[in-house]
């Protein structure tokens, strides 16, 4: 198994965007949640709390677009044949050089894992209604409240 190690910053520094919001809104996972991005998660519907699950980029490896589309298509038909409505949620890198599209799904945190584990991912992002949370899935580590209080250099 494999551990947040390597990936931590990079996971504890990413954009957390959610296109389809009027406007897009962009959460700093690296920065406090304020306010007013937990009114606007309230009124698309998630103010409750959600997962956000990336079918792309398996094992922290990158794939060519073509292959992430079609993992991202396989998503977004388990998703429907689970009943499961989402929303797009991608993770950018600050500068947004790097995205991988997601989803943010209304479902508990064990079935997140699930979805993420099928999917071959190393972590996942979980809002509970007042922070966000990085867990792992292929990753054993404990799941690490965001913003860390520190990121490693």
């Known amino acids: 198994?494999?551990?947040?190690?390597?990936?931590?910053?990079?996971?504890?520094?990413?954009?957390?965007?959610?296109p389809s919001a009027e406007p897009e809104l962009a959460i700093p996972l690296w920065e406090p949640l304020t306010r007013a991005p937990r009114e606007r998660l309230a009124r698309l519907g998630l103010g409750g709390g959600f997962v956000v699950v990336t079918a792309e980029n398996p094992r922290g490896?990158?794939?060519?677009?073509?292959?992430?589309?079609?993992?991202?298509?396989?998503?977004?038909?388990?998703?429907?044949?689970?009943?499961?409505g989402w929303l797009p949620a991608d993770g950018c890198s600050p500068e947004r050089r790097h995205r991988e599209r997601g989803v943010a799904v209304r479902v508990?945190?064990?079935?997140?894992?699930?979805?993420?584990?099928?999917?071959?991912?190393?972590?996942?992002?979980?809002?509970?209604?007042?922070?966000?949370?990085?867990?792992g899935a292929l990753c054993p580590d404990a799941d690490l409240r965001l913003p860390l209080p520190a990121l490693p250099p």
Do not use: P
Request: aromatic content about 12%; overall charge positive.
């Open 61 to 84: 490896e990158l794939l060519s677009a073509a292959q992430n589309a079609s993992r991202a298509a396989r998503l977004a038909q388990e998703l429907a044949r689970r009943g499961c």
């Open 108 to 135: 508990e945190r064990e079935q997140g894992r699930e979805l993420a584990l099928r999917f071959e991912q190393l972590a996942f992002y979980r809002y509970d209604g007042e922070c966000f949370w990085l867990c």
């Open 1 to 18: 198994m494999a551990s947040f190690g390597g990936h931590l910053a990079a996971y504890a520094r990413t954009l957390l965007v959610f």
